[in-house]
């Protein structure tokens, strides 16, 4: 076996360091600890990614793999979510319905829900926004409730882990498929935002991630009643995939088309019929969901823009008319992406790069962008030309400064220079491969 390079195995060393330190160290009000982590991580993660030699591979995915099961064991500390996400676990066992209630109103009812976990939550006063796959791994979680919160974390950590492994396999089968370098798999293997955000801090688009990858899986090897099931899962663990819907219906032909329409149907409503069991359930989703449209505001860029312009025009901030405005342009450009994709004929991967522009219609027109909800766009970039999407991942995890100022408020340079570059990439790669490349543009070239 021939030895592994001094500079390879010094930047695996670092990487795999700095991954465990983020996931077991700072706190999330840390960023004087998580900035030269995270910096520091994503220099070693660049390295390897390029200058990794294919003979290694095994070497480093070990590495990558080690990471994941290495920070199960940690609380995540630098998300709340996981609170709400316990709190919901525990209603199932009370027999109480997560949508019926908001915790303000049922704290301290039950040892279960008590003042200690209640206190740690982030939206006290409004119902729960997670759909059923989520809900069944939080019951999972909480099905041997005890005052140690860090056991139901580990619970949903490692079925997080699990998903994100799956998609592992599934990235390897897909990069054979398309005939593209194997060693593309690094760029999501090693991939800072992908381990901290969605296996140490449990956010659900690592599940997404591994139905979506099933679904285009599905669908190159012509199993249409398979890829419905699929991207229903998608939906039923976080209800966003739903915007690809169009696009795969169309993309598809023939009577797979109709197959991959029902199986979509009829999985999507058994697996919310448990959840929506009359329509004031039902009006409480809507109530949740309409935070995200109306409400919450976070790194947005083009709505910062026309906020701005809002409070000149009318003194005061208009995001519940710009909330839906963007949607409603979001949507339009979604379905824009589906026409196109029926009326015109492709080659190979070009459904995943559709995509990824269906995404960013709806990434860059939020309101709301955390870190972890651009992680989508990480796995389908590997079978493309463009690398913007990996540039942002690291851009976007510098939001945390925001949690460490007192009183809270987001830091605009942040906002402003992450997109600024993203903007500027995007054009760049557009430019130079076209927004509807036919072919990966790179062939097999290693993973640029």
């Not at 465990?20 to 999330?28: C, E, K, N, R």
């Not at 590997?382 to 990996?390: G, K, Q, S």
Request: proline residues 5%; positive net charge; hydrophobic residues 50%.
């Amino acid at each position: 076996m021939n030895q592994l390079p001094l500079k390879e195995g010094i930047a695996g060393i670092i990487w795999f360091a700095s991954i465990l330190f983020l996931a077991w160290i700072p706190g999330q009000k840390d960023f004087h600890l998580i900035l030269p982590a995270l910096f520091v991580c994503f220099v070693a993660y660049a390295f390897l990614a390029k200058y990794g030699q294919e003979k290694y591979l095994r070497w480093t995915l070990f590495l990558a793999i080690l990471a994941r099961i290495l920070v199960i064991p940690s609380f995540p500390n630098l998300s709340d979510d996981i609170y709400r996400f316990i709190w919901d676990g525990r209603l199932w066992h009370l027999g109480i319905h997560p949508f019926s209630s908001v915790p303000s109103q049922i704290v301290g009812t039950n040892d279960l829900l008590s003042q200690n976990l209640y206190q740690h939550l982030n939206s006290k006063d409004y119902f729960s926004i997670y759909p059923p796959v989520a809900q069944f791994i939080f019951w999972i979680a909480t099905f041997l409730p005890s005052d140690n919160l860090l056991h139901e974390a580990i619970i949903m950590k490692s079925v997080h882990c699990l998903f994100d492994l799956g998609s592992l396999y599934l990235i390897q089968q897909l990069l054979r498929h398309f005939k593209l370098h194997k060693k593309r798999i690094l760029l999501y293997a090693l991939n800072p935002l992908i381990i901290i955000e969605l296996v140490s801090n449990i956010h659900h688009e690592g599940i997404v991630i591994f139905f979506l990858l099933l679904t285009i899986f599905s669908i190159v090897k012509k199993y249409h009643v398979y890829a419905g099931m699929a991207i229903s899962g998608a939906i039923a663990t976080k209800i966003l995939p739903l915007l690809f819907c169009p696009l795969l219906f169309f993309y598809v032909k023939g009577k797979g088309r109709w197959l991959f329409a029902f199986s979509v149907f009829l999985c999507t409503t058994v697996l919310f019929a448990p959840l929506i069991t009359s329509f004031d359930l039902l009006t409480n989703l809507g109530v949740s969901a309409d935070l995200y449209i109306r409400k919450f505001e976070f790194n947005a860029g083009i709505y910062y823009v026309l906020r701005e312009m809002g409070y000149l025009i009318k003194g005061y901030n208009t995001i519940h008319i710009l909330g839906p405005v963007l949607m409603s342009i979001s949507a339009l450009l979604i379905g824009f992406l589906a026409y196109i994709s029926n009326k015109r004929k492709f080659n190979r991967n070009i459904l995943i790069v559709i995509m990824i522009w269906s995404y960013l219609s709806y990434a860059l027109l939020s309101i709301t962008l955390h870190p972890w909800y651009i992680a989508v766009l990480i796995p389908l970039c590997l079978f493309t030309p463009y690398r913007t999407p990996l540039i942002w991942s690291g851009l976007i995890m510098l939001t945390y400064i925001n949690y460490s100022m007192v009183p809270y408020h987001e830091v605009m340079f942040i906002v402003i220079l992450e997109y600024i570059v993203v903007f500027s990439l995007f054009l760049y790669e557009i430019k130079k491969y076209g927004w509807l490349p036919a072919e990966s543009a790179e062939g097999t070239h290693p993973a640029r």
